[in-house]
């Protein structure tokens, strides 16, 4: 069973929104998919650009860097210059306190 750790509150990222936050060594993005909270790592695959330094467009995050962009719920590549897949985290909300499973 994954180990979750609180890492914001649910009020702190709007529809549209994108925030990083730190779990260990991790940093992590949590996105706010047209009301849909879902987290993923702040690398890209293709050379680790700062994904929370794209766009989030629905459900489509763009890395700034070569314009690869993916799914945010699940990490498949949607069209880029890499066939790999986003690393994404289970998450869930516990009150007003959202949660990600460690990495």
């Keep these: 069973?994954?180990?979750?750790?609180?890492?914001?509150?649910?009020?702190?990222?709007?529809?549209?929104?994108?925030?990083?936050?730190?779990?260990?060594?991790?940093?992590?993005?949590?996105?706010?998919?047209?009301?849909?909270?879902c987290a993923?790592?702040?690398?890209?695959?293709h050379e680790e650009g700062p994904l929370s330094e794209g766009t989030l467009e629905?459900?489509?995050v763009t890395c700034p860097w070569h314009f690869?962009?993916?799914d945010v719920t699940t990490g498949e590549i949607v069209d880029g210059v890499t066939d790999d897949s986003l690393t994404v985290y289970e998450l869930r909300v516990v009150g007003d306190s959202v949660e990600v499973a460690k990495p």
Aim: charged share 20%; with cysteine; proline share 4%.
């Design 40 to 45: 993923f790592r702040n690398l890209c695959p």
């Design 58 to 60: 629905g459900t489509i």
């Design 1 to 37: 069973m994954a180990e979750f750790v609180s890492v914001l509150k649910t009020g702190e990222v709007s529809p549209g929104e994108m925030k990083v936050v730190t779990v260990g060594d991790t940093e992590i993005v949590v996105a706010n998919a047209g009301g849909r909270l």
């Design 68 to 70: 690869s962009r993916f």
